[in-house]
């Protein structure tokens, strides 16, 4: 049986959705990395940690749709 979440982003949406989270918990979230930092594939479990440990509510829910 196959069985395959619903509601799952791509590698392509979750990436940019990553970026966009970067962009707006920047200050709150990841400080202590570079503004300008190119997020990649391999740094969205970073911004998932980040998400959960300091953007409250909204980040939990976000980091759950980058690292479902």
């Avoid at 709150?28 to 980040?50: K, M, N």
């Amino acid at each position: 049986m196959h069985t395959e979440r619903k509601n799952t982003l791509d590698e392509t949406e979750r990436l940019q959705l990553a970026r966009q989270a970067f962009a707006d918990y920047y200050t709150r979230c990841f400080w202590y990395l570079r503004r300008d930092l190119e997020i990649g594939v391999g740094d969205i479990p970073e911004i998932a940690r980040g998400l959960r440990l300091h953007g409250g509510r909204q980040g939990f829910i976000l980091a759950a749709r980058l690292c479902p």
